[in-house]
């Protein structure tokens, strides 16, 4: 296992070189990216990349989202600790009418945007009892569903599962940060701070005869995990250095078809601006190290999100 010590020299050793990393990772980015009808999905099921780890998922007329986070908390709200809340505009803007959401852990950055979906829309938010909590806060505790692991949720056409995971330990592989439950008891102690992770899931979505796994952070418990053989995996990338042979691990279990690399974008810089990278998240070597575990897994990228405005109208009924 790495040393704290030497993940230090190692972040500081990129922070030191972060433009070069940049262009590294935007040219392997934009020579992995797809269009999503490229994925080889069944006809009518629609995926979308939403930035960090979220995802749109449509088929028949119903809509999941996956860790939806538009609102894009600026970073200068982290340093000053200041509340953190939906950006009614910004979800509006980027985000579509919804039936469900499914939250795979309550950070800020995956969290923050599933109250405001829910009362816009009616959607049922599924995840931890920190997501529980999260929407009690904003008065919408009917609209949330606390949920059991490996039971078999129906939402329309969708089969959705979580599976229980833990989160990347991004200080110094030493410890998760924002570990624990979120126990906030008003909504103005809702700082960036104060969204702690609670219970992390992995999600597994069965739909028109095909599998998706989401794995929103880049660790996992290798029992719960099994051996599922999906088609596609939505793979968080961002801290995966911080997990002691994280791919090896989890590709055997999944042996997904294609792999899509995600949360890898600078979450605190907003949507419609050119976007960033996460620190340290080294996406130009991401192809080699899937490769080391098997050439049999395809590595792609999806298109960075649009306006709603952009996206085409959905089919009828």
Not at 24 to 51: F, I, K, N, Y
Not at 107 to 123: K, L, T, W, Y
Not at 147 to 153: D, F, L, M, Q
Not at 233 to 249: D, H, K, N, V
Request: hydrophobic share 40%.
């Amino acid at each position: 296992m790495t040393s704290p010590l030497r993940h230090a020299i190692d972040m500081v050793a990129y922070s030191a070189t972060r433009s070069g990393h940049a262009a590294r990772d935007r040219a392997t980015v934009a020579d992995l990216v797809v269009d999503p009808g490229e994925l080889g999905l069944p006809p009518g099921l629609e995926v979308s990349w939403l930035g960090v780890a979220g995802f749109r998922l449509s088929y028949q007329g119903t809509t999941v989202l996956i860790d939806p986070y538009v609102s894009r908390v600026p970073l200068s709200a982290m340093l000053r600790r200041r509340t953190v809340l939906p950006d009614r505009s910004l979800v509006s803007q980027w985000l579509p009418r919804a039936d469900a959401v499914l939250v795979g852990h309550t950070h800020f950055d995956h969290a923050v945007d599933a109250p405001e979906i829910a009362r816009r829309d009616g959607a049922t938010v599924y995840g931890s009892a920190s997501a529980r909590h999260l929407m009690a806060l904003h008065g919408l505790a009917d609209r949330a569903v606390e949920v059991e692991a490996h039971r078999v949720y129906e939402i329309g056409p969708f089969e959705v599962t979580f599976v229980p995971s833990v989160h990347s330990k991004l200080v110094l592989g030493l410890k998760v940060n924002q570990g624990g439950e979120l126990t906030c008891e008003h909504l103005g102690a809702l700082t960036p701070q104060t969204y702690n992770c609670g219970q992390v899931w992995g999600i597994h979505i069965s739909v028109a005869g095909v599998s998706l796994y989401h794995q929103g952070s880049a660790d996992l418990l290798d029992d719960e995990v099994g051996n599922r053989e999906v088609d596609v995996m939505l793979c968080g990338i961002a801290g995966r250095q911080f997990t002691p042979r994280y791919l090896e691990r989890i590709l055997p279990r999944l042996e997904p078809r294609l792999v899509v690399a995600t949360h890898h974008d600078d979450f605190f810089v907003p949507l419609g601006a050119e976007q960033g990278f996460a620190l340290g998240v080294d996406v130009a070597r991401f192809p080699d190290e899937v490769a080391a575990v098997s050439r049999d897994f395809r590595v792609v990228t999806l298109p960075p999100p649009e306006p709603v405005a952009c996206w085409p109208a959905p089919p009828a009924g």
